[in-house]
């Protein structure tokens, strides 16, 4: 999906992590420190950037609602790209603000208010608008192929990746949910789109949380978070992943199509094939 992300300077750094997450989630996100080239028409390249995305973040705080911010500009441009805001812009409460100051266009829907990892909350609920929970339907702009086309797409490359999976069954043995059968001690063999492998020895709990260590083709990693079950064969999968260097956010759904006591094989939102096996 194409994004635009809607922040105060004031709070970059917040908006940075969503950046991060977006990206490593495969979308496209318009954010004005690594979008804006130097030199040309700023405020023309902000307004067609609005309009040739599918969606509009708006991070409130008391600065981006402030009379004057530049943030009410965008706000204006994203009204023009969308006359009613529903399936289209996800207002999220990045830091305590009066409502009474927020601009009603904004309270028209839901606002997000995360009650932890703000990055990896707004990359939740972009993943739901993905598959179809709100989703976005935006008027088609000139040049732009429309979400709904693209969703199908992505649609086409899961049915793809779902007709290479081993004929084995999708649900978990009689009585016993995924739920049930992730917490544990897996060995995590990763296939990235390019063939390339990489492992990861992770540790689920009852409890939600995880946390892993592994390598890539390029390098050591290291992830921690919490994990819910969202569907009868996927999980959601948040928190924070670390190279040793910086941590950032982290969000995935994974989609199972073999489900046994003692392994696990599906596939990973952001494309990674995956092959989970017990060790403890």
């Keep these: 999906m194409k994004l635009f992300l809607c922040h105060s300077s004031n709070d970059k750094q917040t908006a940075q992590e969503v950046y991060f997450a977006l990206g490593d989630a495969k979308h496209e996100v318009f954010f004005d420190q690594s979008s804006l080239r130097p030199g040309g028409d700023y405020h023309s390249r902000i307004r ?55 601009d009603p266009y904004l309270t028209a829907v839901t606002v997000l208010e995360p009650s932890g990892n703000i990055a990896a909350e707004v990359a939740a609920e972009v993943y739901r608008w993905s598959q179809g929970s709100n989703t976005i339907e935006p008027t088609k702009p000139r040049g732009t192929v429309p979400f709904m086309d693209r969703l199908k797409g992505i649609l086409a490359q899961v049915e793809a990746a779902q007709a290479q999976a081993p004929p ?37 709990y009852g409890n939600g949380a995880f946390r892993a260590q592994g390598t890539s083709p390029i390098a050591r990693f290291g992830l921690e978070g919490t994990w819910q079950m969202v569907a009868a064969n996927q999980i959601l999968m948040m928190g924070q992943q670390s190279d040793g260097f910086r941590f950032m956010p982290f969000s995935v759904a994974v989609t199972f199509s073999q489900i046994t006591p003692t392994m696990l094989v599906g596939f990973m939102s952001t494309g990674e094939t995956v092959v989970w096996n017990r060790v403890a």
């Design 48 to 102: 067609n950037s609005i309009k040739e995305s599918d969606g509009f973040i708006f991070l409130i705080s008391p600065d981006s609602v402030r009379k004057g911010a530049y943030t009410l500009t965008e706000l204006k441009f994203a009204k023009d790209r969308w006359p009613t805001p529903s399936g289209a812009v996800l207002p999220v409460m990045a830091r305590e603000t009066d409502y009474d100051t927020i």
């Design 168 to 204: 084995v069954p999708a649900a978990p043995p009689a009585g016993v949910s995924l739920a049930q059968l992730f917490p544990g001690a897996w060995q995590v063999q990763i296939t990235y789109p390019n063939g390339m492998v990489g492992q990861a020895m992770t540790e689920v």
